[in-house]
Structure formats: C-alpha cells, structure tokens
T-cell receptor, first 115, second 112 residues
Framework: DTGVSQDPRHKITKRGQNVTFRCDPI?????LYWYRQTLGQGPEFLTY????????KSRLLSDRFSAERPKGSFSTLEIQRTEQGDSAMYLC?????????????FGEGSWLTVV | SQQGEEDPQALSIQEGENATMNCSYK?????LQWYRQNSGRGLVHLIL???NEREKHSGRLRVTLDTSKKSSSLLITASRAADTASYFC????????????WGAGTKLIIKP
C-alpha cells in the first residue's frame, strides 16, 4: 500500500506526558498537512508543509505543539505536556502540486487519548 | 471556524434508494471536495469539483456545484449498506492555496 501512513494508530497517555506522531506521505508528494478531528466534527487544520518548509500554523497549534518535516519526506507532530483536551484523532494528509486544485489524500489517523 | 455546513446532519434510508446530501459555504472557493469517513477511520477522497465546473460524475456519485448560491450537493444512487458512513464537504478557499475548510458532516445510514 503506498498511501499516507501514520504511526501509532492509537496512543493512550497520562496527562502531562509528551507524545509524538509520525506521518509518511505518499512518495513525491511535496505538500503535507496535519489536521485534528474530534468526535462528531469535521477536521480542523493545524499546519502545512511544502517540502521541508512549514508555511502555515493554525492558532489551534499552541506552543505545546510542534511539527517538523526535516527532509521534506516524513513528518512528526509532537505534543508536549498533554492535556485532556488534546484527546482527538490526528490526521495527516499529503498532496502534490503548487496550487490548491489537487486532491488531498489522508492517512488513517492517530487516535490520542489523554487520561 | 468551519466554512462548510452539511445538510442534513443525519440521513437514514433503505438500501437501493438514492441519498442526497447538501453543503453550503461562505467564501469564494477554488474547489470543493467530498470525502467519506467510516467510523474511526481516515477520510477517503470521493470527488473534487472546481469552481468553474457545475457537475461531475464518478460511478454512482453525482456532485453539483452552484457558486452563485455557494452550495454543493452529493447524490449517491442505488445506495448499498457499504455506503453507511459520514460524508464531509471541504472547500479550498480562493485566497489560500493549502487549507481545506470542513463542515461537520452528514451521517448516512443505509438500512438493509
């Protein structure tokens, strides 16, 4: 399968701990996105990379959140000092192109439960 | 804030019937995309319609776009139990070349 891959699929952590999620986009996709989704809601944009450059961060992305895409391939999303409100599914997506007219492909998501 | 609003929020129909879901949005868009999401899973891309297009078909799916009314509809014909899922519309906003803005989705249940 050459789709977007996310790891881990599920993570349960205690409040205050740090967690890191990894995303491997479809190869040769230059754009990579992180979204967050809670039950019964649509996804909310968190951040966007074009190659290795992080071009936009949502106001939802507090100082406890950091995302990297060091070589323009895989990406990591780290949440420090987790809070119960961070419990959600974190979705990674990728696309190819220089305009917004291209299909964005999503991974299966990483579920985070903060207890 | 969310741009798209799907209507209805939930829809339950018999297998074999057609299902129609609507999406309204607020600002000018570059394109509008429909996605399906099975419970607890990722989002599966269904169809993309550009702002200069009015209708697109893909298999049993038909999407229309009315930019004057800032609305779109997704029609699924001859529904199957496997179509049970949540359906989301997402808009690529004209002044943003990277961000999709989503509604809360329509939950579709197909009764066998």
């Amino acid at each position: 399968d050459t789709g977007v891959s996310q790891d881990p699929r599920h993570k349960i952590t205690k409040r205050g701990q740090n967690v890191t999620f990894r995303c491997d986009p479809i190869s040769e996709h230059n754009r990579l996105y992180w979204y967050r989704q809670t039950l019964g809601q649509g996804p909310e944009f968190l951040t966007y990379f074009q190659n290795e450059a992080q071009l936009e961060k949502s106001r939802l992305l507090s100082d406890r959140f950091s995302a990297e895409r060091p070589k323009g391939s895989f990406s990591t999303l780290e949440i420090q000092r987790t809070e119960q409100g961070d419990s959600a599914m974190y979705l990674c997506a990728s696309s190819f192109g220089t305009t917004s007219g291209n299909t964005i492909y999503f991974g299966e998501g990483s579920w985070l439960t903060v207890v | 804030s969310q741009q798209g609003e799907e209507d209805p929020q939930a829809l339950s129909i018999q297998e074999g019937e057609n299902a129609t879901m609507n999406c309204s949005y607020k600002t000018s868009i570059n394109n509008l995309q429909w996605y399906r999401q099975n419970s607890g899973r990722g989002l599966v891309h269904l169809i993309l319609i550009r702002s200069n297009e009015r209708e697109k078909h893909s298999g049993r799916l038909r999407v229309t776009l009315d930019t004057s009314k800032k609305s779109s509809s997704l029609l699924i014909t001859a529904s199957r139990a496997a179509d049970t899922a949540s359906y989301f519309c997402a808009t690529a906003v004209r002044d943003s070349n990277y961000q999709l803005i989503w509604g809360a989705g329509t939950k579709l249940i197909i009764k066998p």
